[in-house]
């Protein structure tokens, strides 16, 4: 697997998916909130997100509903799928922990 | 109609810039996300939303689909692309400099006279210069496209098209690519700079494709025809004897449960 940084969009999707399966509009709603409003996914780029995601075989389709006469197409990790999230997610905490310690050292400004 | 099969008809047109076997699977679900998110009273969607799709559509037609573990043929056809976006850079900026043309020979020490200006400027000549242009960059986009879908003759091809192009080379250098119906006085400066740049660009891409495409991890993803062939009838083979040993097996085991 490549070491390089995963994309921002890439990991708010997987983690928007951490903790169960979700349908498209579920997981655009879901990154909107947790990245407070700062990550706002179009479908289209979700769309090829997605596609990439399931060639890697980091997530599957779950299952499919039908509300209002649109469908709904769930996705959820994969066993391979959680591992790179937990990686990704102890990268960014060790570097961001960093980055806290350091600021703190320096300037004492950061809380 | 209303409102909302007014958005929802848009939305069905910009979908069609999706390939079709991508629309067929994904359409519905997207549909009902794009519906999902759109606003009462929304009657045409958004610059933003329909640049997107627009955008994920065309990459999806031009995407390779190479796998990761072809990691030679995904890089070779990474080259073809900047091949290609070397070409449409060098036409844009031709374009650009068109109307431009007799204060650019000027900077440059060359005098044009009116009649010169007016020839180059001659909309035919534009026009043919443009196509001309525009042949290398779909070449560029269909060797990456069939190449990326491990087409062995596409990979042949390829080299073939980079040996006529470093054939031309020599008679590029010294002249411009767009060495078409001027005079030849002007064809010589016609795009000074930029034609050789552009030309030895594209080689230099078309060179690392080339190269890429026949390493040993390469050809083990173009496998010719007749080797495919081999395989699969092999592995046939091999799925008969395995479901006539199994249907073997059920039927030994049945055996002793009648008797």
């Known amino acids: 697997m490549a ?15 951490a903790d169960g399966a979700q349908h498209g509009y579920g997981i655009i709603t879901d990154v909107r909130d947790i990245s407070g409003g700062r990550v706002r996914l179009r479908a289209g780029t979700l769309y090829m997100a997605l596609d ?51 600021l703190n050292v320096a300037g004492g400004m950061a809380t | 109609m209303t409102d909302q099969e007014h958005l929802e ?77 070397v070409s ?32 180059l400027l001659n909309p035919l000549a534009i026009t043919e210069a443009v196509v001309l242009a525009l042949v290398p960059v779909a070449l560029w986009l269909w060797m990456a496209r069939e190449t990326g879908r491990g087409r062995n003759w596409a990979r042949g091809l390829s080299t073939v098209l980079f040996a006529l192009a470093t054939l031309s080379l020599s008679s590029v250098i010294p002249q411009p690519v767009f060495n078409i119906t001027f005079v030849p006085a002007v064809r010589l ?35 010719p025809p007749g080797y495919t062939q081999a395989r699969h009838r092999a592995q046939m083979a091999e799925f008969d004897h395995q479901a006539q040993m199994a249907e073997l097996v059920r039927f030994r085991a049945r055996l002793p449960r009648r008797v």
């Open chain 1, 52 to 102: 990439r995601l399931r060639s890697d075989e980091l997530i599957v389709p779950d299952r499919e509903e039908v509300v209002d006469g649109r469908l709904r197409r769930y996705y959820r990790l994969t066993p391979a799928g959680t591992t790179l999230l937990a990686d990704e997610a102890a990268r960014l905490q060790a570097h961001a922990a960093v980055a806290l310690r350091r």
């Open chain 2, 9 to 85: 008809r848009a939305y069905r047109r910009l979908l069609g810039w999706y390939p079709r076997e991508f629309r067929d699977e994904h359409g519905p679900e997207i549909l009902a996300v794009l519906m999902a998110g759109a606003p009462g009273g929304k009657r045409r969607p958004g610059l933003a939303e329909s640049t997107d799709l627009i955008r994920s559509g065309v990459w999806l037609r031009l995407r390779p689909g190479v796998p990761r573990s072809a990691r030679t043929v995904r890089a070779a056809v990474r080259f073809m692309y900047a091949g290609a976006a």
């Open chain 1, 3 to 17: 070491t390089r940084a995963m994309q921002e969009a890439t990991f708010m999707i997987l983690t928007a998916l």
């Open chain 2, 88 to 119: 449409t850079v060098n036409l844009v900026i031709f374009l650009a400099l068109t109307g431009d043309i007799g204060a650019r020979h000027a900077i440059l020490g060359y005098r044009l006279t009116a009649a010169q200006v007016s020839q």
């Open chain 2, 189 to 223: 400066s016609f795009v000074p700079l930029l034609g050789p740049a552009a030309t030895v660009l594209t080689w230099l891409a078309g060179a690392a494709a080339v190269w890429l495409l026949w390493r040993p991890a390469s050809t083990a993803f173009f496998r």
